[in-house]
């Protein structure tokens, strides 16, 4: 289970001298805040490029797992299998080091995924880790279960149980832990969503209480929204003494005409002074293509009662909106100026796939060097959507929209000037011919460009009443439009990311398809 943490620093503060030794105390609390409420902040809609990051630990599956195809046989690429090799400098080769199996249903949905790492004193590959998935009719995880293996079984570690609203919309998810004296599954954690008029409204986390055999509160988080953009986010935790929610976190959200996100401030609660107290804030800067061009960080000064500039990021696209380059700033605090400390820099292919990223960094003299690359290979006779992928994927660092058959990508780390090889993962694929939508529906309706910047043009191939509607990975509907025959769906205003579409004829949902935005 991925946790995502918040490191909050808070600088000197002053207010007055009275009321300074109780602030600093009561800092010091903040900073042992319980895990789940660092989660959630780090959640929260901080960046333009990470707004999808609204809900807290959605099934990782889920956003790679195609669903809602049904009746007719499609015929796809599923990944089977991947191989990661280390490369031994002392024999100038490369070695098998880990191996993950994948199995899908009929559907296409990843429903086992199994990892083996080598075993040195073994001398072979040992199993590791495995999950098993359950989905519903929609194709959405409603049950994962995770085990590891023992050298001899496969044991429980950690199982999550997810239920939805309508087709996609998260309900509930309930955490449990494998009880290794008594061989039960234990709750430890649920999460509730609750929403309205398709956005999320609040959500509330709770901790299960062994000597009550009951849920507790634990944290609270509630959102705003203002012509259906989030405009504010409130954190709160729960207070077992009072039996009362207390605000601890909140973050204010701003938009320009076009709803990009140019702004964010967040504020931390200060319980002795009862006031919100100014923490950090950063700014947006887009081209007229509203890619980000620029985002300005700064942090709350106590002393002067003013914000205090300390990062940026400055970024550079292709004529295909890709980002080229990456630069982080931070200032140096003997000149006051502005100096490069991080840089990423992409390559694509014609197809408009990764192929090589690039990662330098300052080493400690002012200039940066080579850290670490990745380079990428592609079957191009096959586009993504041939593709059955699960969310695996991501962890080799390939956590990107590709527009081809991923099948390789080699990592190396930087020596002076020269590159070491590191590591070596291999894709492996085999054709599947999965349960699909009708094929009339399949070949009639065309959806294009995917991915998208701009716009998508949605033609149905007949002239036919239909109703699309564009959602995002927590189930929050984006945008829709009723038309008749084709039409252009923008999506420029939209963060990258995957997105659902569902087209609806005659008020009933024949269509769903995904879609990127980039």
Same mark, same amino acid.
């Given at each position: 289970?991925?946790?995502?943490?918040?490191?909050?620093? *808070?600088?000197?503060?002053?207010?007055?001298?009275?009321?300074?030794?109780?602030?600093?105390?009561?800092?010091?609390?903040?900073?042992?805040?319980?895990?789940?409420?660092?989660?959630? $902040?780090?959640?929260?809609?901080?960046?333009?490029?990470?707004?999808?990051?609204?809900?807290?630990?959605?099934?990782?599956?889920?956003?790679?797992?195609?669903?809602?195809?049904?009746?007719?046989?499609?015929?796809?690429?599923?990944?089977?299998?991947?191989?990661?090799?280390?490369?031994?400098?002392?024999?100038?080769?490369?070695?098998?080091?880990?191996?993950?199996?994948?199995?899908?249903?009929?559907?296409? &949905?990843?429903?086992?995924?199994?990892?083996?790492?080598?075993?040195?004193?073994?001398?072979?590959?040992?199993?590791?880790?495995?999950?098993?998935?359950?989905?519903?009719? =929609?194709?959405?995880?409603?049950?994962?279960?995770?085990?590891?293996?023992?050298?001899?079984?496969? +044991?429980?570690?950690?199982?999550? /149980?997810?239920?939805?609203?309508? %087709?996609?919309?998260?309900?509930?998810?309930?955490?449990?832990?494998?009880?290794?004296?008594?061989?039960?599954?234990?709750?430890?954690?649920?999460?509730?969503?609750?929403?309205?008029?398709?956005?999320?409204?609040?959500?509330?986390?709770?901790?299960?209480?062994?000597?009550? =055999?009951?849920? $507790?509160?634990?944290?609270? *988080?509630?959102?705003?929204?203002?012509?259906?953009?989030?405009?504010?986010?409130?954190?709160?935790?729960?207070?077992?003494?009072?039996?009362?929610?207390?605000?601890?976190?909140?973050?204010?959200?701003?938009?320009?005409?076009?709803?990009?996100?140019?702004?964010? #401030?967040?504020?931390?609660?200060?319980?002795?002074?009862?006031?919100?107290?100014?923490?950090?804030?950063?700014?947006?800067?887009?081209? &007229?293509?509203?890619?980000?061009?620029?985002?300005?960080?700064?942090?709350?000064?106590?002393?002067?009662?003013?914000?205090?500039?300390?990062?940026? %990021? *400055?970024?550079?696209?292709?004529?295909?909106?890709?980002?080229?380059?990456? =630069?982080?700033?931070? #200032?140096? +605090?003997?000149?006051?100026?502005? /100096? /490069?400390?991080?840089?990423?820099?992409?390559?694509?292919?014609?197809?408009? &796939?990764?192929?090589? @990223?690039?990662?330098?960094?300052?080493?400690?003299?002012?200039?940066?060097?080579?850290?670490?690359?990745?380079?990428?290979?592609?079957?191009?006779?096959?586009?993504?959507?041939?593709?059955?992928?699960? =969310?695996?994927?991501?962890?080799?660092?390939?956590?990107?929209?590709?527009?081809?058959?991923?099948?390789?990508?080699?990592?190396?780390?930087? %020596? &002076?000037?020269?590159?070491?090889?590191? /590591?070596?993962?291999?894709?492996?694929?085999?054709?599947?011919?999965?349960?699909?939508?009708?094929?009339? @529906?399949?070949?009639? *309706?065309?959806?294009?460009?995917?991915?998208?910047?701009?716009?998508?043009?949605?033609?149905?191939?007949?002239?036919?009443?239909?109703?699309?509607?564009?959602?995002?990975?927590?189930?929050?509907?984006?945008?829709?439009?009723?038309?008749?025959?084709?039409?252009?769906?923008? $999506?420029?205003?939209?963060?990258?990311?995957?997105?659902? #579409?569902?087209?609806?004829?005659?008020?009933?949902?024949?269509?769903?398809?995904?879609?990127?935005?980039?």
């Amino acid at each position: 289970m991925k946790k995502y943490l918040l490191f909050l620093t *808070v600088t000197a503060i002053a207010v007055n001298t009275l009321a300074q030794n109780k602030l600093y105390g009561y800092l010091s609390e903040l900073k042992t805040q319980n895990e789940n409420l660092s989660e959630a $902040v780090n959640n929260l809609p901080g960046k333009a490029i990470e707004l999808n990051k609204i809900i807290l630990e959605l099934p990782g599956y889920l956003k790679m797992t195609p669903f809602g195809l049904k009746n007719a046989l499609i015929e796809k690429q599923k990944l089977d299998s991947t191989h990661t090799k280390g490369y031994k400098t002392e024999t100038e080769s490369w070695e098998l080091s880990g191996i993950d199996r994948f199995t899908y249903d009929a559907a296409g &949905n990843n429903t086992l995924y199994i990892t083996l790492d080598y075993d040195v004193d073994l001398q072979k590959m040992e199993y590791s880790d495995r999950a098993e998935l359950e989905y519903n009719s =929609s194709g959405m995880i409603t049950v994962e279960t995770d085990y590891s293996w023992s050298g001899s079984e496969w +044991v429980g570690s950690f199982r999550s /149980e997810y239920t939805y609203y309508q %087709d996609f919309q998260i309900e509930s998810i309930i955490r449990w832990q494998m009880n290794t004296t008594s061989g039960e599954w234990e709750p430890y954690n649920k999460t509730i969503y609750s929403y309205g008029q398709q956005n999320i409204l609040m959500y509330i986390s709770y901790n299960w209480d062994q000597a009550t =055999s009951d849920w $507790v509160p634990a944290m609270k *988080v509630e959102f705003t929204y203002e012509d259906g953009n989030n405009t504010l986010s409130v954190i709160s935790n729960y207070d077992d003494a009072t039996q009362d929610w207390v605000d601890y976190w909140k973050t204010e959200y701003f938009y320009d005409s076009n709803d990009l996100l140019t702004g964010d #401030i967040g504020y931390m609660w200060m319980e002795p002074l009862s006031l919100w107290m100014e923490s950090n804030k950063a700014d947006y800067t887009y081209d &007229n293509n509203g890619n980000n061009i620029e985002a300005l960080y700064s942090n709350w000064d106590y002393l002067t009662s003013g914000w205090k500039e300390n990062g940026k %990021d *400055v970024m550079t696209y292709n004529s295909n909106n890709q980002l080229l380059i990456r =630069s982080e700033f931070r #200032i140096n +605090v003997l000149t006051s100026q502005w /100096e /490069e400390h991080e840089r990423e820099e992409n390559q694509y292919d014609s197809h408009g &796939n990764l192929v090589l @990223k690039v990662y330098l960094n300052d080493n400690g003299t002012g200039i940066l060097v080579n850290e670490s690359k990745r380079e990428y290979t592609y079957n191009t006779s096959y586009t993504y959507d041939d593709l059955i992928l699960p =969310s695996i994927v991501g962890s080799y660092g390939l956590g990107f929209m590709f527009n081809n058959m991923l099948t390789e990508s080699k990592e190396y780390y930087g %020596d &002076n000037d020269q590159w070491i090889p590191s /590591e070596w993962f291999i894709l492996y694929y085999s054709t599947a011919n999965i349960s699909g939508t009708s094929i009339q @529906k399949e070949a009639t *309706v065309s959806i294009m460009p995917n991915p998208a910047s701009d716009y998508l043009i949605i033609d149905i191939g007949e002239e036919a009443a239909c109703t699309a509607m564009l959602y995002n990975l927590v189930g929050q509907l984006v945008n829709e439009c009723q038309f008749t025959g084709t039409t252009e769906l923008p $999506v420029n205003h939209l963060n990258d990311g995957i997105y659902f #579409i569902k087209l609806k004829f005659n008020g009933k949902s024949d269509y769903t398809k995904k879609i990127i935005v980039k």
